[in-house]
């Protein structure tokens, strides 16, 4: 995590970054080193639906991983792979749209 943040925050030194994260033990460890120009958050436990990620993978076993059989791990990183590269940017923008980070966001800074 603190490879990520650095990198992360390296590649946006002009900006401030506000990073919404879930419960994850590295993503609240106390030997995180978080860069000044980001700001961590947490979402509350047990709400998936808080979660833009969680929202992502739904759209994904919908698009791509219907009630069938693979025969290989290979199978599945191909499916994978494809469902993938077919989600828009547009697509994307609507699944993680959140009033409260368009609010926090105006809020806060």
Not at 75 to 82: I, K, Q, Y
């Amino acid at each position: 995590m603190n490879v990520f943040l650095e990198e992360l925050s390296k590649d946006y030194k002009e900006d401030k970054i506000l990073l919404v994260c879930d419960g994850a033990t590295w993503h609240k460890s106390n030997g995180l080193k978080i860069p000044e120009n980001i700001e961590i958050i947490h979402i509350p436990p047990y709400t998936p639906e808080m979660n833009p990620i969680e929202q992502i993978w739904k759209q994904i076993r919908s698009m791509g991983f219907r009630n069938e059989f693979f025969h290989s791990l290979t199978d599945v990183v191909n499916r994978l792979c494809e469902t993938i590269n077919h989600l828009t940017k547009e697509m994307v923008k609507s699944i993680n749209h959140r009033d409260w980070i368009q609010y926090m966001e105006l809020n806060r800074y």
